[in-house]
């Protein structure tokens, strides 16, 4: 096997450029080399090489060593330079790369292979003293903390010591003979904290970096993301050796950090920050304040250093080219890496630019009216889950605000919650139930689990592209960063903004689309759905198989779900309308009733209730189906806590509190779950079902009175395992709604079937179906019931399971596709032999599961159900599942 592939001056070893094999930094290395953009020569160890480096317990095959001499050989001869020369040497980056990019990976080594007497032919062939030494001393500090892993306080402390003795503030202060000093001082540190002198020897460097971008593969914080993230841990890394060009050889070098479009609001704009005279870490880092790529965003941000189209136009001019070249190769937005040195450009990284949902939306709608992708592929390269940020509220610009400071707007989307300083406790609140916002002087992949439990971040420094910003987009939350008036004091746990203190626990809100970080909380308001948005979900609709539906009980949220586009309700749960304040007691006074009589009675007050809910939804969704279920949990839900509900039950019902408390004490049940409910309530009091069915068809005839458009309810029956079940329930139905029509000289269509929830509903679906004339799949209990985990306590051990790798996700979240699937697919299949024309549907959580839809439509159901506001969500994963 070859483990080592090529790039730059004219080879391209990769071809098509796989990022399977040889990571996405080293597959976009080669494929810009291969279409003649200026990429500094290099190489790629692949990932296979990592892989099979763990399967054989940390060995390299014998062969490496000389394919990596090779690829050595190959940055020499395009660069005329000799790794470890005395007189001019070749340095070169060490840069790992995954497939996707990954943070928790070990940070990239510059300038490898610096040591005592390179440095001198650096700073002969260079003709700049200063430069080797900067270059040198940078080398020892990254490479004891990222491949030594070493203090780097320690480093960073001699480096503010050696500034301070000098009556310097910047870097660029410090003359050639103040670095030599510094690394001196570096090495000193070196043999003090490891034991042993800063490694000499360029191969042992190069091997030493090599080992520590695999290592990192299996460190934590890497497993930590490729948890969250559901990335295998058998891809491995590639590692990219590559030939040093320098950003910090003067006033006509630079490094920058660019996209092709603005990843905030989508924009068809470039956007970036360079640094003059400087090396890639120090944009991303935020040591010093980055200057705008364009004039404009400039004049927009009213900042005076100069832009880069302003201070270098021709190379600006070059990078533009460069990344329209990019845009229409990748075909997408891309995020870029580059360096200038004296006035020449190179690239040296190329990816996807990650994005906000928002700015997703947009350049996929306007690169399919671009030409430069179809309307297919705009549609499937949304991320249906990201459009969570765009479906919930923001600030109410009308709230009052109480600004504390502005930073940079670096994520969009608005969060309040109480300030917290690090991560874990970011994740310990969060657990708690606590909505915490973590603020940070900055972020680092340390922070990934802290970030992830916060609803919102907030940094001191750093610009856009640090890392807080690129994470924060990538998980969809809200971010302030570089905010450079907080002072955070970690160790009293005290965050100053002016004259203003605030503690850990108080309440924080910050506005990610404006960068305003405000005291307090301040209230929300819902968002916009026309636009880009309404555009691809028009799209979407037009490649979209599976029907979708909302949950919803209220007329409110049944506006809400049309709204976003709901195609009818899959599930009105009838006992929610039960808790009205209004009515609770009467529902009370039914289930302690000890006679039908008195359940008739108590029924009797709730029919006008129910009847009237009905009649709303069913004017709300004019003309489309709704499904409703008959009530279905255990009837001690509804008893009444404390003695003035029982007083006042009492009244009601007209009997003695203490016989009412003996009634409750008889609904006791050991596991209610499977207790005494669903359709177990309508076979022992068929009066329920009676009104409930009466109710329902009686409202019916109402609206299609009224002129509106006649709704078509389809009358559900919950937790059935038997045709007996279905048969008795249905034949409750059918006989309230002849009474009802023949009582009201008019009818409406209507449907009966059954929810199937139940292992043995499943199994006997073909005799079931001869009844039913439609199936939602409760996927809820029907999970809870096929694995027997309760939903209720599974949160106690279930992320267990999923760390055990027992369970690739949360079965309650996303459809046990392997079990529960199974079932789905047996009874999809037993049902439709029976009556080839039922209707099937899915109405548990996993409706608005992007995963799961997909499994849907693979089943060949006809619709989904998700609460309201994941219809979106649905619509659009129905879409890329047909696709
Ligand atoms: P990351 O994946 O964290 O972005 P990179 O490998 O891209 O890490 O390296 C970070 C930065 O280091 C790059 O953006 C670039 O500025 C700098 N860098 C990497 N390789 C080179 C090189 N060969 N010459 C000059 N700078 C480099
Ligand atoms: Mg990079
Ligand atoms: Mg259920």
């Not at 005839?701 to 045709?723: D, F, Q």
Request: hydrophobic letters at 40%.
């Amino acid at each position: 096997t070859r483990y080592v592939y090529r790039f730059g001056g004219g080879v391209n070893d990769g071809g098509k450029g796989d990022k399977n094999l040889l990571g996405g930094k080293g597959a976009n290395l080669d494929g810009m080399a291969a279409i003649g953009l200026p990429v500094p020569p290099g190489f790629t160890i692949t990932t296979e090489m990592c892989t099979r480096y763990y399967e054989d317990g940390g060995q390299y095959p014998e062969s490496l060593n000389g394919e990596v001499a090779n690829g050595i050989a190959h940055i020499e001869s395009v660069t005329g330079k000799k790794f470890g020369d005395a007189a001019d040497p070749l340095l070169v980056s060490v840069r790992s790369g995954a497939r996707i990019s990954m943070p928790g990976m070990m940070d990239t080594v510059l300038n490898l292979g610096l040591n005592d007497e390179t440095v001198l032919g650096l700073a002969a062939a260079s003709g700049d003293e200063r430069f080797a030494w900067d270059s040198y001393r940078r080398f020892i500090q990254m490479y004891s903390d990222v491949v030594l892993e070493l203090d780097h306080g320690a480093f960073e402390e001699a480096l503010e010591i050696a500034k301070e003795d000098n009556g310097y503030t910047l870097d660029t202060e410090l003359t050639a003979d103040d670095w030599k000093a510094l690394v001196a001082e570096y090495k000193a540190l070196v043999q003090k904290l490891w034991n042993k002198p800063f490694p000499q020897d360029v191969h042992d460097q190069l091997w030493g970096a090599i080992n520590a971008v695999f290592g990192s593969w299996q460190a934590d914080r890497a497993k930590v993301y490729r948890r969250l993230n559901s990335i295998p841990g058998d891809w491995g890394t590639a590692v990219n050796v590559q030939a040093m060009v320098f950003g910090n050889m003067g006033d006509t070098s630079a490094t920058g950090v660019a996209f092709t479009r603005d990843p905030a609001t989508g924009e068809n704009v470039y956007y970036g920050e360079f640094l003059i005279n400087a090396q890639g870490e120090d944009v991303v880092a935020g040591i010093r304040t980055p200057q705008y790529l364009t004039l404009a965003a400039r004049e927009r941000a009213g900042a005076k250093p100069l832009s880069m189209e302003e201070a270098m136009p021709e190379t600006y001019a070059e990078l533009a080219r460069v990344f329209d070249i990019l845009e229409k190769h990748y075909r997408d937005m891309q995020d870029i890496e580059f360096t200038v040195q004296q006035g020449k450009l190179w690239m040296l990284q190329t990816r996807s630019g990650k994005r906000t949902a928002k700015a997703a939306l947009k350049i996929a709608v306007d690169m399919a009216n671009e030409g430069l992708i179809t309307q297919e592929e705009a549609v499937a390269r949304v991320d249906p889950a990201a459009l969570d940020q765009l479906l919930h509220p923001t600030l109410d610009p009308t709230a009052p605000r109480d600004v504390l400071t502005k930073g940079l707007p670096a994520s969009p989307g608005a969060a309040s919650g109480l300030i917290v300083f690090d991560a874990d406790t970011a994740e310990r609140r969060n657990e708690l139930g606590d909505a915490v916002i973590l603020v940070r002087v900055e972020t680092s992949p340390e922070d990934i689990h802290g970030m992830h439990a916060a609803k919102g971040i907030l940094t001191a420094r750093g610009g856009m592209t640090s890392h807080a910003a690129v994470v924060a987009r990538g998980m969809g939350r809200p971010c302030v960063s570089g905010a450079g008036s907080l002072s955070i004091d970690n160790a009293n746990k005290i965050l100053r903004i002016g004259n203003r203190e605030l503690k850990e626990g108080d309440i924080l809100t910050i506005d990610g689309a404006t960068g305003e970080v405000m005291a307090g909380e301040v209230p929300t308001v819902q968002p916009e759905l026309a636009g880009d948005f309404g555009v691809l979900m028009e799209w979407a609709d037009k490649v979209r198989r599976l029907k979708v539906r909302a949950n919803a009980e209220t007329p409110q949220d049944c506006k809400v779900a049309r709204e976003f586009g709901a195609e009818g309700v899959g599930l009105c749960r009838t006992e929610h309308m039960f808790f009205d304040a209004a009515r609770i007691t009467a529902v009370r006074e039914m289930i302690l009733a000890d006679s039908e009589k008195g359940r008739r009675a108590a029924l009797d007050k709730l029919l006008p209730e129910q009847r009237d809910d009905f009649a709303q939804i069913f004017m709300v969704m004019a003309g489309l189906p709704v499904t409703i279920r008959l009530l279905d949990p255990p009837l001690h839900e509804f008893l009444p806590h404390g003695e003035a509900e029982f007083e006042e039950v009492a009244r009601g019902a007209g009997v003695s509190v203490d016989t009412l408390k003996r009634r409750a004490a008889e609904l006791h049940e050991f596991n209610p779950m499977l207790g005494h409910r669903g359709c177990r309530l309508g076979v022992t009091y068929p009066e329920i079902y009676e009104m409930q069915a009466r109710a329902i068809f009686e409202a019916a005839l109402i609206v299609k009175a009224r002129g509106g458009e006649a709704p078509i309810p389809e009358v559900m029956i919950p937790l059935v395992a038997t045709r007996k079940e279905l048969e008795l329930m249905k034949a409750i139905v059918d006989k309230a709604a002849q009474e009802v029509f023949a009582e009201q000289g008019a009818s409406v269509e209507y449907l009966v079937g059954t929810m199937i929830e139940l292992p043995r509903a499943a199994l006997k679906a073909g005799e079931i179906a001869e009844v039913g004339e439609f199936f939602s799949f409760g996927t809820n209990d029907l999970t809870q019931t096929t694995i027997g985990i309760s939903r209720d306590d599974a949160g106690r051990f279930l992320t267990q399971y999923v760390d055990k790798g027992i369970f690739a996700r949360d079965p309650f979240v996303s459809i046990d596709v392997e079990g529960v699937g199974e079932l789905i697919q047996l009874a999809a299949e037993r049902g439709r032999k029976t009556r080839p024309d039922i209707k099937l549907g899915i109405c548990g959580e996993h409706g608005g599961d992007p995963a799961s839809i997909a499994f849907c439509e693979a089943t060949g159901l006809d619709y989904v159900s998700a609460s309201p506001y994941r219809v979106p969500i649905a619509r659009l994963a129905a879409a890329q599942a047909a696709l």
